[in-house]
């Protein structure tokens, strides 16, 4: 499995980007896809993630009602759209892969091989 995240850049407060997670491999269509952010000097934060179908979600408290994580089958993309931004969102941005069970889509311990990243700064 590979995946590549991108779209990051500098945004300002309240601004908005979308991330996407490219992913390639034999049996990614039917699993899980998770973001992750980290950063600096801080652990890693489990953000969203969604199943092969789309009709499971986790979201985590500190981004609800802001992001919304979306997936085109055709293009194995997992899209992340991140909107009123803040400073504290600043981080680099990973995608993972996770399992093939909806009910455990929130499961942190699941996702594994990760992306490079992609750096997300949010300017107050």
């Known amino acids: 499995v590979q995946l590549q995240a991108s779209g990051g850049g500098l945004v300002q407060a309240g601004g908005s980007l979308r991330l996407s997670c490219s992913a390639s491999g034999p049996t990614v269509s039917r699993l899980s896809i998770g973001w992750f952010r980290q950063a600096p000097g801080k652990e890693r934060e489990f953000i969203m993630a969604?199943?092969?179908?789309?009709?499971?979600?986790y979201v985590a408290d500190s981004v609800k009602g802001r992001f919304a994580i979306s997936r085109d089958g055709a293009k194995n993309t997992v899209y992340l759209q991140m909107n009123s931004l803040k400073p504290e969102d600043t981080a680099r941005y990973y995608c993972?892969?996770?399992?093939?069970?909806?009910?455990?889509?929130?499961?942190?311990?699941?996702?594994?091989?990760w992306g490079q990243g992609t750096l997300v700064t949010v300017s107050s």
């Open positions: 993972a892969v996770g399992g093939e069970h909806a009910v455990r889509v929130g499961v942190r311990d699941d996702y594994n091989y």
């Open positions: 969604i199943n092969w179908s789309g009709g499971a979600r």
